[in-house]
């Protein structure tokens, strides 16, 4: 079971970085829907082209010309300032080292959510439960409600809707098990 | 973890899992030993890595000093081995770190999806992008020539693009806003007067040594450059005495011992009738004049009838105020500054003629390579770099946008108007590309509402820039430029009275996907097969520019980031050489009087506002550069918003309160957004003033949208300088709407006979 749900947690990293053909494939779309069906979240036939979901992820998550966008950082959402490098990257690098890790070579900043959600699935892969359990409480779910529900409030793309809810089901449903084993 | 129960995956949802190939990307390595050492407990900016750097959150660009803990910018202080600002830098140097991290900076190369203006992009590798741009700088110069190109740029990171476009041929390589919206006029006046630009980018004034100094329309103090301010109050606690010329009560008049409180557009009245004061008084300084200047007979002439009395009226001001302000700066002559101003753009016919009467002005005071007068630069030597980019000038086109129309704008570039004149009406030949770099062209060119429309008529138009502006949002490809916290640039000399040698280097990693400039230029040279740009990186030429100073990179960082040098900046009155053609300082321009221009200034009176209006001028906010830093938190925070200056007794009249917000309609019926009303006695009742820079209309700048009026959106009406083309500023006239209905203001100052009024083509109401 671990091995599907770190490999789920990759899977909504993966779904959340800028499309590309593995992440616009069939196949992620498939895998996204077998896991939207047991989170028990109605999804239906998910069908999007590359360039859809390409204008759909800038619009979102890089520049939106009304001004209504979600950025996936959590440095926005944390300490007040709201910009990038800020409390949440600070956060997010801590427990990184902590785990023996850091982000390989990448263009954004290291509290991208898909470079946070990734952490998630190596933790699981790794099977170090206490620093999971604290990265989610004293880290992720400080900033992912906000996050989420910016999004939410932007009738964003269904495709980035799903996800976010998938991501936000899931984190609920882990963070329970394991804050509640650890504390 | 054994207990993953609350999840019951199907066995199609674990196929799908196990099919799918997520973990060909590295997202994390093991962390180095190193790394994983704990973090060091010293507060704020203690123990961090210390890189020196050059500002540029203003062109001044002070010497700084990046501090970065754990690859994050936490502070920048001035450089202290700078002898210009020391350990100093102004708000804006310090909020550096702001524009670095602003989540609404253009992190990836993007391609338009959306009509132009609507900013709907999708993002692009960079091989795509370039390649685009690329094929379009060919394709439009295939099918139009070279001269449908034109490149709008500012900056010395924008210099490396701009000789793209020379390479590919066309005569519009550069139409820098720099010169055709702010110094171009004063420039042109002083390079011809004196032989070299005493006011561009820099101001060769020693107000620091000076006994007296004289300001007309330089708000020193609102517009911060951290040396030129320091200088200009040292002067001031040296005892210097103050001359401030200017309708409204800015900080530096705050500072004057005669503050001249003049009706715009009459500057140049007051100083030829101070020129001949000087003169028939026997003021001037005979001695070098004689020896020195060439034209002082036919100055002398020129001049004779405009007496103080003449001016008093015109100027709106007592002849005893006029006469005493001039009999303080003579009796400090020749140490008096009288400042060449920098943004001289204002009312299109006599801008240059103005700067050539201060110019002369100074030089009738023999204020001119002394102590406290006009100085001379100290070049900083350093190695000659060859790009193997065109050197030459490319051909003129058969009617040229330059020099057809202006006979000194070829010195700059190509006229801004012009260009867009062309674009819109595609005469006298069409222009269909445009590159943009460094300048946010819809915010910085009269006439946005033009510019827009010509927009509208490319074939293809991107830009290289850091934050989605209006210019952005308008653009096909929008390339993401790196901070100039994150490039290296050119190796950067300071002429003034403290010379030094510097280098802008990056203090941390470019965010995200942004490039330097100098790679952007490379790459897209590369792609459009161009021979250009010898060196593989910034480094390879920064090294060879230090070496012709004798040092390297190393070297240079080694001793701080900066070397500095003895400066040379006065001369022997009695042995002095210009640079002109004659080697004397020109009171009267035969090149001018070869273009049938005035070769010695004339008042030319600018048309008074129509009833009901007043003039609308601008100024700076002194935490603000432009229109790029107003989306700057920490700026914002300062200055979130700009007021409308209004006269009290006007206000009153019109039943307009402090602080009261309020529309304004221009002359040609266009109306502003929402600004607050300052009422107050500091400025004529003739005339309103506002911040420039405000009131950005790009959505994607989540903390300047809408934030105060814009001025440029209320400048519609422009004229350009007969010399070199460059737009005037201060021709627009505004009246106020509050809750909907428009209010006439009342005319408290009417001008006098020799004034016209303004009378526009279709003065209409509102809606716009």
């Given at each position: ?26 196949a992620?779309?498939g895998?996204v829907?077998?896991v939207a069906?047991a989170?028990d ?38 300490g ?19 785990a023996?890790l ?20 190596k ?15 004293e ?21 980035y ?18 804050i509640?084993?650890?504390? | ?49 210390e ?14 000093v ?5 690859g ?20 804006r140097g310090?909020?550096g ?25 999708a ?13 379009n ?5 295939e ?13 010395a ?6 000789d793209i476009?020379?390479?590919l ?15 171009g ?7 011809m ?7 561009g ?17 330089t ?37 004057a011992?005669?503050?001249l ?15 001949n004061?000087i ?31 003449w ?19 003579a ?24 700067h050539?009467?201060?110019?002369i ?7 001119v ?32 946008l ?9 010195t ?29 062209i819809?915010?910085t ?66 965010m ?22 010898n ?6 030429f ?19 980031g ?9 001369r ?7 640079a002109?053609?004659?080697g ?26 129509p ?16 229109t ?18 209004l ?5 009153k009249k ?36 506002m ?49 909907g ?28």
């Amino acid at each position: 079971m671990d091995r599907e749900l770190s490999k789920i947690f990759a899977l909504l990293a993966r779904g959340f970085s800028y499309p590309e053909e593995d992440n616009s494939s069939d196949a992620f779309f498939g895998a996204v829907k077998e896991v939207a069906k047991a989170l028990d979240i109605p999804c239906n036939s998910l069908s999007y082209t590359e360039p859809e979901l390409r204008e759909a992820y800038t619009l979102l998550f890089i520049n939106e010309p009304r001004g209504r966008w979600a950025p996936p950082f959590s440095s926005v959402y944390l300490g007040g300032e709201g910009i990038l490098m800020a409390k949440g990257q600070d956060e997010a690098r801590n427990f990184y080292l902590e785990a023996g890790l850091e982000p390989a070579v990448s263009s954004e900043p290291e509290d991208f959510l898909p470079t946070e959600l990734h952490f998630i699935s190596k933790l699981i892969e790794n099977d170090k439960e206490e620093i999971l359990s604290r990265f989610l409480k004293e880290h992720l779910l400080k900033w992912f409600p906000r996050f989420y529900n910016r999004l939410k409030a932007l009738e964003p793309h269904p495709y980035y809707l799903l996800l976010a809810e998938m991501t936000w089901k899931l984190l609920n449903m882990i963070s329970q098990e394991v804050i509640d084993e650890t504390t | 973890m054994k207990r993953r129960n609350f999840l019951k995956l199907s066995a199609s949802a674990c196929a799908a899992l196990a099919a799918l190939e997520l973990g060909d990307r590295p997202v994390f390595k093991a962390a180095y030993a190193k790394a994983r050492q704990a973090k060091t407990s010293l507060p704020g900016s203690l123990g961090a890595k210390e890189t020196p750097s050059v500002c540029e959150m203003c062109f001044w660009r002070c010497p700084i000093v990046g501090k970065v803990k754990e690859g994050k910018l936490v502070k920048i202080e001035g450089n202290p081995k700078s002898p210009a600002n020391g350990p100093r830098v102004c708000a804006r140097g310090n909020s550096g770190v702001q524009l670095l991290y602003d989540p609404d900076r253009i992190k990836y190369p993007l391609k338009r999806t959306g009509a132009r203006g609507e900013g709907k992009w999708a993002r692009i590798s960079w091989d795509e992008a370039l390649d685009e741009v690329a094929h379009n700088l060919i394709k439009v110069k295939e099918k139009y020539g070279p001269h449908a190109l034109a490149y709008f740029d500012h900056g010395a990171s924008a210099e490396f693009m701009r000789d793209i476009f020379k390479t590919l041929g066309t005569e519009n390589y550069t139409n820098e806003p720099a010169f055709y919206q702010c110094v171009g006029p004063a420039a042109l006046a002083y390079l011809m007067t004196y032989g070299y630009i005493t006011t561009g980018t820099r101001q060769y004034v020693d107000m620091k040594h000076a006994k007296a100094m004289l300001l007309i329309g330089t708000h020193i103090g609102e517009n911060v450059h951290v040396s030129h301010v320091r200088e200009f109050i040292e002067g001031l606690s040296n005892g210097a005495k103050l001359v401030v010329v200017d309708p409204r009560f800015s900080a530096a008049a705050a500072k004057a011992d005669i503050y001249l409180p003049i009706r715009p557009g009459t500057d140049t009245a007051l100083l030829l009738a101070w020129m001949n004061f000087i003169i028939t008084e026997g003021l001037y300084d005979k001695d070098f004049v004689e020896r020195n200047c060439s034209g002082f007979h036919e100055l002398k002439k020129a001049v004779k009838d405009y007496t103080l009395n003449w001016a008093a009226p015109i100027c709106d001001l007592p002849v005893t105020d006029m006469k005493r302000a001039i009999l303080l700066l003579a009796k400090n002559s020749p140490n008096v500054s009288i400042h060449p101003g920098r943004h001289s753009t204002w009312y299109g016919r006599g801008d240059t003629s103005r700067h050539q009467a201060l110019a002369i002005l100074a030089a009738l005071f023999g204020a001119v390579g002394v102590k406290g007068g006009l100085y001379f630069p100290t070049p900083v030597k350093k190695g000659h770099l060859s790009f193997g980019c065109a050197e030459e000038e490319p051909e003129t086109p058969k009617k040229s946008l330059s020099e057809d129309y202006y006979p000194f704008a070829s010195t700059f570039g190509s006229p801004t108007s012009k260009i867009i004149q062309a674009t819109r009406t595609g005469k006298p030949y069409p222009v269909k590309l445009w590159g943009i770099n460094g300048v946010n062209i819809i915010q910085t060119i009269p006439n946005p509402y033009q510019t827009m429309e010509a927009i509208k008529k490319l074939d293809f138009i991107f830009c290289e820039e850091i934050l989605p502006t209006e210019t952005a949002i308008w653009s096909d490809i929008v390339l993401p430029g790196a901070t100039y916290l994150e490039r290296y640039d050119t190796v950067y000399t300071y002429d003034l009275l403290t010379p030094y040698l510097t280098v802008r280097q990056p203090v941390v990693k470019p965010m995200f996907e942004t490039k330097s400039s100098f790679w952007i230029a490379r790459e897209l040279a590369k792609r459009a097969g161009l021979k250009c740009f010898n060196y593989n990186n910034e480094v390879e030429f920064i090294e060879e520019e230090l070496k012709g100073a004798g040092l390297t990179l190393k070297s240079l960082n080694e001793k701080g980031g900066i070397v500095t040098y003895k400066a040379n900046p006065y001369r022997d009155p009695k042995k002095l050489k210009v640079a002109t053609e004659e080697g004397k300082i020109m009171l009267s321009i035969e090149d001018f009087a070869d273009e049938d221009l005035d070769p010695i200034p004339k008042f030319i009176p600018t048309p008074a506002p129509p009833k009901g209006y007043v003039r609308l001028v601008y100024g700076r906010s002194p935490v603000h550069t432009f229109t790029r830093t107003m989306n700057n938190k920490w700026l914002h925070n300062e200055a979130p918003e700009n007021h409308l200056w209004l006269n009290d007794k006007v206000a009153k009249k019109a039943g307009i309160k402090d602080g009261e917000e309020v529309v304004l309609e221009n002359q040609d019926g266009y109306r502003s957004w929402p600004i607050k009303v300052k009422v107050t006695p500091g400025i004529r009742p003739d005339t309103a003033f506002m911040p420039h820079g405000f009131g950005s209309r790009s959505k994607l700048l989540s903390k300047a949208y809408k934030q105060g009026a814009s001025d440029q959106f209320m400048i519609t009406e422009y004229e350009d300088d007969p010399f070199m083309g460059a737009s005037s500023h201060r021709t627009n006239f505004i009246r106020i709407v509050k809750a909907g209905r428009v209010i006439d203001l009342p005319e408290l100052c009417p001008p006098p006979k020799e004034i016209p009024r303004f009378s526009a083509k279709k003065t209409r109401t509102g809606g716009k």
